[in-house]
């Protein structure tokens, strides 16, 4: 009886999985019949094409590029953009071995086994997907990558691989292996505008790749996988960690013995990038804002908050191939790309920022000044950036980065009109409503050390009181408050970042000069932010538009309030931290931010033309002796605008209504500092009430006759072109009561800095300055931030 059961038990599953094998089969068949009966035609159109890609191409389709032109917003040529492959082409002869070796070893083991397509490393590659439930390894073959980066785009659809295999299946018919590795290693991209092998090797060690030993090849080797996360000028920790795993690589394929894997993974590597190369922050920024506009026109979202780590390392890995395929396009496609940048103004800043800061002499190994600053100035009329500085000027900088938006420091104060007080402002507080500035158990102090008691909202801000903005921040959330800086895409927000010590810019990653000026100008406009960017257009060589911007706006504080704002800011600057660096003859408002142990200092101000922001300090965060915003940010900062602002009528803020005070004691004290708002409207503007939760697409028609995009593509700004004198006055002499350090020391010590290539990347944030503002400000009592 039993041995009938088990009978029936083996023939019912022998059944079932006969049943089973039919299924499969027949959607198999289904799917068959689908793509090659359905799509016979295409995948046939798909293949013609590729053959006469192939066939069509000559020695010039892999050595020559089309050179991109880059001007400025009265024409003048600010860059050439040429890769340069014609320059530096090897043929394969002249290519060291150990070059072959380590990119075949990493990229593609089975390069001289295969005919163009490694069918077995796409199983293995899907294998791991299924495992980790995303893509781990790549399955191109070195062939493929050649048809991709020469004949192809990065669009990831099933049409574009089709065409990449039987592109690569062709001209594995048609070229050697030789041919196809001389052509690959010669249009590879190696990062910071350095196309092939020796283009390379020239930038990154300034000699030809048959000086290089192998420790220095694989090094190089590294970088075309990734070359925004392998850069080594900004990452080189992951350049580094990548050259050892090709070494192991290279050491199990039979290539190099053990003890030579050892003594190459065990050497230093030191860049030596030519002496010739200056950091022309202009060029840097501008290639940033074409790649992105590329991209956005390729329909790839950008964001800045996450789900997870694995949803922000898969956003990572997506951003970095996007951005590396457009950026090959700036070096190749002979582009025309007009920007808002004007050079008049560009040199203001620069020379504001090297006259200011010229008797800090001091510099690091590489030769870097290490004291540094940075800054960024926006038009208010347009929401596009006039001009930008990464750092100093000098004759040797070519390890600096951008550090106006690059590098992500500490605010201090400079946050607070963005995070806690304009918020405030549009729930019943108004510049005369009553605060009281007073100890907070487990909270900071003040930068004096002292507390005044019940004070206006106004004062509170002009005085930079830290237990205020505290406090406010904990009335209104941290979490409200950080929704506000996220649609302006403050891009380095943390988590940890939802505390109070938030409201004194004790953030977790920090914050760039490029954003603080996008969200002071935001406040200046009205409440609506727009994505500062310096591309107004980008053309072909015929001058056939391949896109131009547009900027468009989004509701981030009411109207009312950021006029509010605006008013108080004006105070900052004639009875707060900030006076003596109002304008001569021009309406401004503004607000300083100093970190604790005056590590990094800053001045954020603005006037109705134009919105700039300064930051000071080293590029490893260390306290530097009476810096404050109010002393060089501040400097820096009216030295420029007063130059940039002769010859313009003075523009008055436009005023706010009037609405009633909310306080926080039943009998308010008079302020003996604080201004009495105006209270009179324009009447001929008009008011439309914002819903800060929705998405406004509609502007009020009750500010500066902005111009559209169209307009601004060859913008003359002739105003900025006059000729014009130093100011007579000494920006910032006066300096703000709460810190009576007036001047800088002129030795602020040594230097513990000894790298700062290693400073923030793009995606990345390096810089240690979340060390600059303590989990709780009250534990340095008297030494505050301002």
């Known amino acids: 009886m039993a041995k009938q059961k088990k009978k029936k038990k083996r023939r019912g599953f022998r059944l079932f999985v006969k049943i089973q094998l039919v299924l499969i089969v027949l959607v198999l068949a289904g799917l068959a019949f689908y793509f090659f009966g359905g799509y016979a035609k295409k995948i046939s159109d798909l293949k013609s094409d590729a053959y006469d890609k192939v066939h069509s191409a000559t020695d010039e389709t892999f050595r020559s590029s089309q050179t991109s032109l880059v001007y400025d917003t ?60 995303r893509v781990t390894q790549g399955a191109s073959t070195i062939t493929q990558q050649l048809a991709r980066n020469v004949f192809l785009t990065q669009e990831k659809t099933w049409e574009r691989k089709i065409e990449e295999i039987f592109i690569a299946t062709e001209m594995e018919r048609l070229y050697t292996k030789n041919q196809i590795l001389e052509y690959y290693l010669n249009n590879i991209y190696f990062g910071n505008g350095y196309y092939g092998i020796q283009a390379a090797s020239k930038g990154y060690f300034n000699t030809e790749v048959k000086n290089l030993d192998l ?24 350049t580094i960690k990548r050259r050892n795993r090709i070494l192991n690589q290279m050491k199990e394929d039979g290539k190099i013995s053990a003890e030579v894997c050892k003594q190459a993974k065990e050497e230093t590597i030191t860049l030596n990038r030519p002496t ?164 907070i158990e487990d909270g900071p102090s003040n930068s004096d050390g002292s507390f005044s008691g019940s004070m206006t909202l106004r004062s509170a801000v002009e005085r930079s009181k830290n237990t205020i903005a505290w406090k406010l921040l904990e009335e209104l959330t941290p979490e409200t408050g950080l929704e506000y800086l996220e649609k302006m895409n403050f891009s380095k927000l943390d988590e940890n970042d939802k505390r109070p010590a938030s409201a004194l810019g004790g953030f977790t990653n920090g914050v760039s000069p490029l954003e603080m000026a996008a969200g002071y100008a935001t406040i200046e406009n009205d409440g609506y932010y727009r994505e500062p960017t310096c591309i107004l257009k980008i053309t072909d060589s015929s001058g056939e538009k391949i896109l131009s911007t547009k900027q468009e706006e989004t509701a981030v504080y009411k109207e009312n309030a950021s006029r509010m704002m605006t008013d108080i800011l004006k105070g900052v600057l004639t009875n707060g931290t900030g006076r003596g660096l109002a304008l001569d003859g021009m309406p401004c408002a503004g607000k300083t931010g100093t970190t604790n142990e005056n590590k990094d200092g800053w001045f954020v101000g603005y006037t109705r033309y134009y919105t700039t922001s300064v930051w000071v300090g080293y590029d490893m965060p260390k306290k530097l002796s009476g810096l404050s915003g109010a002393s060089y940010p501040g400097r820096i900062w009216k030295t420029f605008m007063q130059k940039i602002h002769e010859g313009l009528e003075p523009q008055e803020f436009l005023s706010y209504e009037p609405e009633q005070s909310k306080t926080e004691e039943a009998a308010p004290q008079e302020n003996p500092g604080a201004e009495t708002p ?68 002129e030795n602020p010590g040594e230097n513990t800095n000894k790298n700062p290539s290693e400073n923030p990347g793009e995606n990345t944030n390096q810089n240690p300055s979340g060390q600059d503002t303590q989990e709780n400000p009250a534990d340095t009592a008297g030494n505050s931030p301002e």
């Open 74 to 133: 009265n024409g003048n040529l600010i860059s050439v953009l040429k890769g340069e492959k014609d320059m530096y082409y090897l043929e394969y002869e002249e290519i060291p071995s150990d070059v072959c070796s380590a990119i075949i070893s990493i990229e593609d083991k089975k390069f001289y086994q295969h005919h163009g397509v490694d069918f077995k490393g796409i199983l293995r590659a899907v294998k791991a997907m299924i495992e980790n439930g």
């Open 215 to 238: 420790s220095q090849i694989a090094f190089l080797c590294a970088i075309p996988n990734r070359p925004t996360l392998y850069d080594p000028v900004t990452h080189i920790d992951n």
């Open 276 to 439: 010739s190369v200056k950091n022309n922050y202009v060029e840097t920024y501008t290639y940033y804002c074409a790649t992105r506009a590329l991209m956005a026109q390729e329909g790839f979202e950008f964001k800045n908050t996450f789900q997870s780590a694995t949803e922000k390392e898969r956003y990572e890995e997506e951003y970095d191939e996007m951005y590396e395929t457009c950026n090959k396009k700036l070096y190749t496609a002979g582009y025309r790309i007009y920007t808002s940048i004007d050079l008049n103004m560009q040199q203001e800043l620069q020379s504001s920022i090297d006259t200011t800061l010229e008797k800090y002499t001091e510099v690091n190994d590489e030769g870097i000044y290490t004291l540094q600053s940075a800054g960024v100035c926006m038009d208010n009329q347009t929401g596009y950036v006039k001009a930008i500085v990464g750092g100093r000027s000098q004759e040797y900088n070519g390890y600096t980065i951008n550090r106006a938006y690059k590098s992500f420091r500490q605010p201090g104060s400079a946050i607070k009109p963005l995070l806690v007080y304009t918020p405030v402002l549009e729930r019943s507080y108004t510049p005369d409503s009553i605060v009281v500035d007073e100890p």
């Open 678 to 745: 105006e209270n009179t409207t324009d009447q001929n503007q008009e008011t439309k009430p914002i819903d800060i939760q929705g998405n406004v697409t509609e502007k009020p028609e009750n500010k500066k006759d902005n111009k559209s995009s169209e307009e601004q593509e060859n913008p003359s700004d002739s105003d900025n072109n006059q000729e014009s004198q130093e100011p007579e006055t000494t920006p910032g002499e006066n300096q703000q009561p709460d810190n009576p350090q007036e001047n800088p020391t």
